[in-house]
């Protein structure tokens, strides 16, 4: 009896590895190894035909931190995630609500809510170039109505990097509104019907039963709009190239910038790895933070 449980024991985590292999390859190659090889780069001098590479250690993290241009580039992603995080959620709630409810052409809503999310990057930005163009642009031709100046939104440092984040709210809040929709539609209809027998308002029944029931969704959204406030770059090399004066650059484009512009690997290393630690540190806290306030079932 013993032998056959061993046994049964052993078969058992066989089929569990050959079901976890798949994702363990695929994480080993894609995730672990990159961040492991960008991890030994960022301690490596950059290299070059009369000097070769060298260990600095934290030399390229110092180097990052006296660069004026890094804390640029942090203060715009700071305003900029800031500002896009809680936007987007504020408005993928409020769009979700709307439409779950019982209105005339629901359908429509939706599909209108949803279609700037799946426009391509570069395509919604094209877009949003020609609302932005000085003199010619829908904004300016709309402002001119009113006697109002010409306004160069992406070529001014007071308003560039506020055009970018009206681009992203516009481009994620419909991808966010499709998680909150699918949560709404598995809440209770009984919940409602007892609300409505307690005379409860609907801003009661919200605040107090729908709210609290979307606290994970909420999580999932507000981590994954973490993630994306410091990958945006498709964006900015079509409107601003990072200007002007550094104004609109974010993270992921300077990274970019000073890994194939200026061919500086290992301070792009470094501060790739500054940005998973720093996301890193973040997602924990929101976990920790949220899941006390998160009612999963």
């Known amino acids: 009896m013993s032998a056959h449980a061993n046994l049964e024991r052993r078969r058992q985590a066989i089929y569990g590895w050959l079901l976890l292999s798949p994702a363990a390859v695929l994480l080993t190659l894609f995730a672990f190894y990159p961040s492991v090889a960008t991890l030994w780069s960022s301690v490596f001098s950059r290299g070059t035909r009369r000097k070769p590479t060298e260990f600095v250690g934290t030399e390229n993290y110092a180097d990052l931190f006296a660069d004026p241009t890094f804390w640029i580039v942090v203060k ?27 209105i005339r052409a629901r359908g429509f809503v939706r599909t209108a809510y949803f279609t700037p999310t799946v426009l391509p990057m570069i395509a919604a930005a094209n877009l949003w170039l020609f609302f932005y163009t000085p003199g010619l642009g829908v904004l300016d031709q709309i402002g001119s109505l009113f006697g109002l100046p010409s306004v160069n939104w992406l070529g001014q440092p007071e308003t560039a990097l506020w055009a970018i984040i009206i681009v ?14 699918a949560a ?89 790895i500054m ?21 999963y079932q």
Do not use: C
């Open 184 to 272: 709404l539609q598995t809440i209770p209809e009984d919940l409602k019907e007892a609300a409505d027998i307690e005379g409860t308002s609907r801003w009661t029944y919200t605040r107090r039963i729908v709210l609290p029931l979307l606290m994970p969704t909420t999580l999932f959204i507000a981590v994954n709009a973490m993630i994306n406030s410091v990958k945006l770059i498709d964006h900015l090399f079509i409107l601003t190239k990072g200007g002007p004066s550094d104004a609109s650059k974010l993270i992921l484009y300077y990274i970019w910038e000073m890994a194939f512009a200026f061919f500086d690997a290992p301070s792009a290393a470094a501060m790739t």
């Open 76 to 102: 715009n992603n700071i305003l900029y995630a800031g500002v896009t995080i809680p936007v987007s959620i504020f408005i993928a709630l409020s769009m979700a609500l709307w439409a779950n409810g019982k």
């Open 275 to 295: 940005v998973i630690a720093v996301l890193g540190i973040v997602a924990t806290i929101q976990f920790f933070y949220l899941d006390k306030r998160t009612h």
């Open 168 to 181: 992203t709210i516009w481009k994620e809040a419909g991808f966010f509104m499709i998680f909150y929709l």
